[in-house]
């Protein structure tokens, strides 16, 4: 599986991450946040393809400190990188 780092993270939220710390992100995707996102509501954010295909994941309005995360992108794409922490639709 082919993980590219690019600077976007989608257009709106379609899943999210549970149990899953800012390391262990970093860790699954193979580089730290790298887009700058609206520093008001987001702390850290990730813009990524796996396979070509465009992923995002971000906190919002403090969700990391609650080991949670916003997510966009195909749900097969995301189970592939994130396992069981990824949820569909958010739930």
């Not at 379609?14 to 710390?21: A, E, P, Q, Y």
């Not at 916003?70 to 592939?80: C, D, V, W």
């Amino acid at each position: 599986m082919q993980i590219t780092p690019v600077n976007e993270v989608g257009s709106h939220r379609t899943g999210s991450l549970r149990g899953i710390t800012v390391a262990q992100i970093n860790a699954k995707l193979g580089f730290a946040p790298n887009v700058e996102d609206d520093p008001d509501k987001v702390q850290y954010s990730w813009g990524f393809k796996v396979g070509g295909v465009l992923c995002g994941v971000w906190d919002y309005k403090g969700s990391a400190s609650v080991n949670s995360f916003s997510t966009y992108g195909p749900a097969e794409a995301l189970r592939k990188v994130f396992g069981n922490h990824y949820s569909p639709n958010g739930y």
